[in-house]
């Protein structure tokens, strides 16, 4: 696409429309996945099966949740220790030494299926927990045939490793998050370095953006600067997150993006809207044991001792540490 840095790829033949997919075109697919990743770390997908008019019902109606007074949506705030739950204004930040970021959201985990119906603010927006968990099903399969053709892109020895390792994406058993998200229109004077989302890299193995068409995203180039994601309708954007990174030795790129306000004045006095799906492999799974690949199996030097082996779960927790500990280590 000349208007675009990211690359767009057609995924119709491996879509949810397809029962199941041929293994040429989860081959084509898949290179094409392995070079994007490799190169951009992010792609737009088309034709994923996942309709555009179900997304916009989706906000129409999480929206009418995000348009009440703070003191109703503060009842469904996410309590300590908990993933579920109404994250507001000035509630998160990248970076300690910045503002945090000018948005809102609600997310939703793996146990959210088993959750009783009095959690959930269905009673201020009428289909919000039906909506949510619809939605989390669909990119759930939609993530699940991404990452069968990665590891078919990537030629590894057990084609449906990947799939094996986020076995178990709707339980406790992972860090899988769908989250719903709102950046207000800019009313007020933001506070100095404030952005609706700051600079940072996501902690997942890959990621899941549904974004309106009103733009703000931006993804940093190879060459380190910014560049605008460009919205494309009818579109899915995928990142790669810092585990995958890690598991793949740096081959597929995490990289970093951000949301900007601008000095646009219609960005400014819009509202933006986007759904996100977050990958996460099961908590258990090693993600610095070297992967196997057709053409080289493990070795003993590639053989890492049982102690120095980390979890999926051990790595994200300690990347979430080092983001409050060290505001730098995100940056390596």
């Known amino acids: 696409m000349a208007d675009s840095y990211i690359p767009i790829i057609d995924f119709e033949t491996c879509g949810l429309e397809e029962e199941s997919c041929l293994h040429k075109n989860l081959h084509a697919v898949g290179d ?63 970076n300690p030494d910045l503002p945090c970021d000018y948005k809102e959201a ?50 590894l020895e057990d084609e449906e490793f990947f799939n094996k390792c986020h076995s178990n994406m709707h339980s406790k058993e992972t860090f899988v998050t769908g989250r719903t998200l709102y950046y207000p229109p800019v009313t007020k004077e933001l506070k100095p370095g404030q952005q609706r989302l700051l600079e940072h890299s996501d902690f997942t193995s890959i990621t899941l953006v549904y974004q309106d068409l009103i733009g703000g995203l931006q993804v940093q180039h190879v060459d380190g600067h910014y560049v605008d ?26 990289t970093k993006h951000r949301v900007v306000v601008g000095k646009n004045e219609h960005l400014l006095k819009t509202a933006r809207r986007s759904l996100a799906y977050f990958v996460h492999p099961n908590n258990d799974i090693y993600i610095n044991k070297p992967l196997v690949y ?23 927790l300690g990347r979430s540490r080092a983001l409050w500990e060290n505001k730098d280590s995100m940056q390596k």
Not at 39 to 54: E, Q, R, S
Not at 129 to 149: D, N, P, T, V, Y
């Open 229 to 254: 994601a460009t919205p494309v309708a009818d579109t899915v954007m995928v990142n790669i997150g810092n585990t995958m990174q890690h598991w793949t030795k740096g081959k597929l790129k995490s």
């Open 106 to 155: 609600f997310d939703v985990d793996g146990t959210s299926f088993d959750r009783s119906e009095d959690v959930w603010p269905d009673d201020i927006a009428p289909g919000f927990s039906k909506g949510m968990l619809e939605f989390m099903e669909l990119s759930k399969k939609l993530a699940l045939r991404i990452l069968l053709a990665l590891g078919i892109g990537l030629e």
């Open 294 to 316: 057709k053409e080289k199996s493990s070795t003993d030097d590639d053989c890492i001792p049982q102690k120095d082996l980390i979890t999926s779960k051990e790595f994200l």
């Open 32 to 94: 094409l996945l392995v070079q994007a990743f490799s190169d951009v770390g992010f792609v737009y997908l088309k034709n994923t099966g996942i309709k555009g008019t179900f997304l916009e019902k989706l906000n129409d109606i999480t929206a009418e949740f995000f348009a009440r007074q703070i003191e109703e949506k503060e009842r469904y705030c996410k309590k300590p220790g908990q993933v579920f739950g109404y994250v507001g204004i000035d509630k998160e930040r990248f």
